[in-house]
């Protein structure tokens, strides 16, 4: 067996999912599953049961990816110990963050820990702010800039870079949606909301909307992420409560289009900040980074 091999060992262990672990580690799900069965015949034991649905360890599955883990670990070990004859340690460091997040919070820590190690290869994945703990969790990620959830993982560590304020918003142009937004006292209960589908933002509106009586809110649509939140709201779809870092990134032909509300009453910001896996933090490149937090 490879290092190689016990790679992606260890990402379809983590995620169960022969799917999921093709894509993040860029090979065919054929080729995983040859790789899967080359380790099978190397160890004598099957390593997983497989059935139409799911994918679980066997016994020798998990005495492997324990293995695995000391292996890798130790290897990583090495070439760190080895790397301190040269410049720096080198590599590849796979992030996960929103659009927003790449341009508002990650630049200045990239910044540092660039140039102290300027040989580790950067692979920045974006996406959905929601998704990010997750991506971490099944191996998709090394690290994420993720909000704090309600109830973070016991295998999640997570280091908060900075508070949130949530801000709501409404079309500028000459609209019903603005006109019922903008009066002095708004029926929030027939008024259009454009709303997440998860995430920190989500929990504190439904909260709201509980808070005010208001059982059946006016939903004009949901969505992933939040960037495209600003776009609909411009639109004349409809408002929005999202955390105000988005709209200060946002285009200006974008939020040009939009109307700064007064904050909703009773709504927390949320904690943002880079989660990874606490068993992880021993790895050279991972420790690196997380030193420069």
């Known amino acids: 067996m490879d290092l190689r091999d016990l790679k992606l060992f260890l990402h379809l262990a983590e995620s169960c999912h022969f799917g999921r672990t093709a894509r993040a580690m860029h090979v065919s799900p054929s080729t995983l599953s040859r790789q899967i069965q080359r380790l099978e015949e190397d160890v004598g034991h099957a390593l997983f049961l497989r059935d139409n649905r799911t994918v679980t360890l066997t016994e020798a599955g998990e005495r492997l990816r324990q293995f695995a883990q000391q292996t890798l670990l130790q290897y990583q070990q090495l070439r760190h110990v080895m790397d301190l004859n040269g410049p720096s340690l080198s590599g590849e460091l796979r992030l996960f963050c929103s659009v927003t997040a790449a341009y508002s ?35 998709d990620a090394d690290l994420a800039i993720a909000g704090r959830p309600e109830t973070l993982p016991a295998s999640i560590d997570f280091m908060p870079l900075g508070l949130i304020p949530l801000v709501l918003i409404a079309p500028a142009l000459p609209c019903a949606v603005r006109t019922q937004a903008t009066q002095p006292q708004p029926d929030w209960s027939k008024i259009p909301f454009i709303l997440p589908v998860q995430g920190p933002a ?39 409560l999202l955390p105000d870092v988005v709209l200060e990134n946002s285009p200006d032909p974008v939020r040009n289009r939009v109307l700064l509300l007064e904050n909703i009453d009773s709504v927390a910001p949320f904690e943002l900040g880079i989660c990874v896996q606490k068993k992880r933090l021993g790895e050279p490149l991972i420790s690196a980074f997380w030193s420069q937090l």
């Open 202 to 240: 989500r929990r504190r509106i439904d909260l709201w909307f509980r808070r005010q009586r208001i059982p059946n809110p006016v939903i004009y649509a949901t969505v992933s992420g939040h960037e495209a939140i600003v776009s609909m709201v411009a639109l004349g779809c409809g408002i929005a």
């Open 105 to 139: 919070h990650l630049p200045p820590i990239l910044d540092r820990f660039r140039a102290e190690h300027p040989q580790v290869e950067i692979k920045l994945d974006t996406g959905d702010a929601a998704d990010a703990v997750e991506k971490v969790h099944s191996g």
